[in-house]
């Protein structure tokens, strides 16, 4: 049953990813014009990676030793529903400010001594559980609304219902921030969304790629849906990661084929996930 439900999430995160076509066409628009649909407000800016400037302001305003090579500052994902007193945003200062308040995690390759550019390889990298995590991990689910409180639920994600081929009212995929990871792997960040008739879905992805046999491939994804109409908001989330030495011998040692995170994710351990519901 568990590898059904991942095998929709699966194809449904597919159809995100690609071009949204339906009956032969394209989606209508983006929602960076905006939309309203039944009371809720959907709204995005995709904009170009943030000046130096700006982003020496965040960096200082986090306090971090580093900052991601592309950090879209001005990006933004907007849901709001006015007379439910709610609403949903993310943000890539939100996104990096939940980076440096999360856990320590297995596999975090820190610095040894000095800046990671004075380095070449994974072997040059140490597993420490304190130091600077420059994999730039965060668990960001988007800033939420006073009102909006998520409890644990048996509700699901109506997965049948996003495959269905209904008009794409307005849809966009938002980079928050990306990184090269010291020519080492890749990091982002992302939000894909997409408004039907019928509901809306969300997909927050963050996405991390260490190479070599010492790397590792790690996400944290987090689903939101509504069927409009009904008083319940569901969300999903799910933490996965595997050592590359794992992932090598299960499948295959070809680097190459770990570079599409749509092809990885489904692969790997499930380590911790959630499955909540916010009334509305």
């Known amino acids: 049953q568990q590898k059904q439900s991942e095998k929709k999430k699966h194809g449904t995160d597919l159809l995100m990813s690609m071009s949204v ?37 965040v960096q200082g305003d986090l306090d971090v030793p580093e900052m991601p090579e592309m950090y879209f500052g001005e990006n933004i994902v907007e849901i709001e529903n006015v007379g439910l007193s709610c609403s949903i945003k993310f943000t890539a200062a939100n996104a ?28 040059d990298l140490q597993v420490s559980h ?17 009102h909006l409180k998520f409890v644990d639920s048996e509700e699901k994600i109506d997965y049948d219902l996003l495959k269905q081929r209904d008009p794409i009212l307005c849809y966009d995929d938002v980079p928050l921030y ?7 792997g890749t990091s982002a960040f992302s939000i894909k969304f997409r408004v039907m008739p019928t509901c809306f879905f969300v997909l927050a992805r963050f996405w991390a790629r260490v190479d070599g046999h010492d790397g590792f491939c790690r996400a944290f994804e987090t689903r939101l849906f509504h069927r409009f109409g009904s008083k319940t908001l569901v969300r999903e989330s799910v933490y996965k990661e595997n050592t590359n030495a794992e992932l090598y011998a299960r499948h295959t040692a070809d680097p190459t084929f770990y570079l599409d995170p ?7 351990d499930t380590r911790k996930q959630a499955n909540e519901a916010a009334q509305l």
Do not use: M
């Not at 032969?24 to 995709?46: I, M, N, P, T």
């Not at 130091?131 to 006073?146: A, H, I, N, R, V």
């Open 21 to 57: 076509v339906y009956g032969g066409g394209v989606a209508s628009k983006r929602c960076q014009e905006g939309l309203e649909k039944d009371g809720w407000k959907f709204h995005s800016v995709r904009d170009h990676i943030s000046r130096s400037e700006d982003i020496g302001k």
């Open 96 to 123: 990096l400010k939940d980076w440096t308040k999360a856990p320590s995690l297995p596999n975090v390759y820190s610095q040894k001594h000095p800046h990671p550019d004075q380095r070449t390889t994974i072997d």
């Open 130 to 146: 304190n130091t600077f995590d420059w994999t730039f991990t965060s668990f960001y689910q988007g800033t939420l609304s006073e």
């Open 178 to 184: 990306e990184d090269e990871l010291h020519d080492l």
């Open 262 to 268: 749509n092809k990885v994710i489904p692969l790997l």
